[in-house]
């Protein structure tokens, strides 16, 4: 469902984007960033399609963004993304890209925003569990909602809330032909930064 779920998406991305872009014609301006959020999440652990367990923990995540503002409505962005977990005593670390696609609604100085995105992740420290020695890689999910906020001319403040799910590639039991997966989902609210050029 994932999969499918991502190939909608994308399609959405790739049709849609340059319709709205189309409607509010103007100058394309291009942004950097950094944001942080903070909140929970879950790892589900399933084997031979049976959810076997259920970890939770708490998180922080740090992202840089590069973005490219289409029209005041649209915007595409892709952030590299850090998340650090603290499960139970220990800390465990995820790291990768997102692409964010962000419609902004009214004409007011602050806009409040939909966002969906996707992205590819790593989970450090897991080669132990996959063939060939490399870490856990996963796709991810990305929605979320919050506002814009300008601070100055060129310098923006966002605030919002977003969820991500992440599918971590399958892992094969070394006992059985039995398949171990592993699924992450997170809820956090954001804040973040942006110079606009």
Not at 128 to 150: E, Q, R
Not at 154 to 168: A, C, D, N, T
Request: glycine fraction near 10%; proline fraction near 3%; aromatic fraction near 10%.
């Amino acid at each position: 469902m994932l999969t499918h779920l991502c190939r909608s998406l994308l399609l959405f991305a790739v049709f849609v984007l340059p319709l709205q872009a189309s409607e509010n014609p103007g100058p394309l301006h291009l942004y950097v960033g950094a944001g942080w959020g903070t909140g929970d999440g879950s790892h589900d652990w399933d084997y031979s399609n049976q959810k076997i367990s259920t970890t939770h923990y708490d998180q922080d995540i740090k992202d840089f963004k590069l973005g490219i503002l289409f029209s005041p409505a649209v915007r595409l962005e892709l952030a590299k993304t850090r998340v650090d977990m603290d499960v139970g005593t220990s800390r465990n670390d995820l790291s990768g890209m997102d692409l964010n696609l962000f419609f902004s609604i009214g004409s007011k100085a602050v806009r409040p925003y939909l966002m969906i995105g996707l992205g590819s992740y790593d989970y450090d420290d897991t080669a132990s569990l996959v063939k060939g020695d490399d870490d856990l890689s996963g796709t991810a999910v990305n929605i979320g909602v919050g506002i814009f906020a300008p601070l100055a001319e060129h310098v923006e403040l966002e605030i919002g809330y977003q969820e991500k799910r992440i599918e971590w590639q399958k892992m094969n039991s070394v006992t059985n032909d039995a398949r171990l997966n592993l699924s992450t989902r997170m809820n956090y609210f954001n804040t973040g930064l942006r110079i606009i050029f």
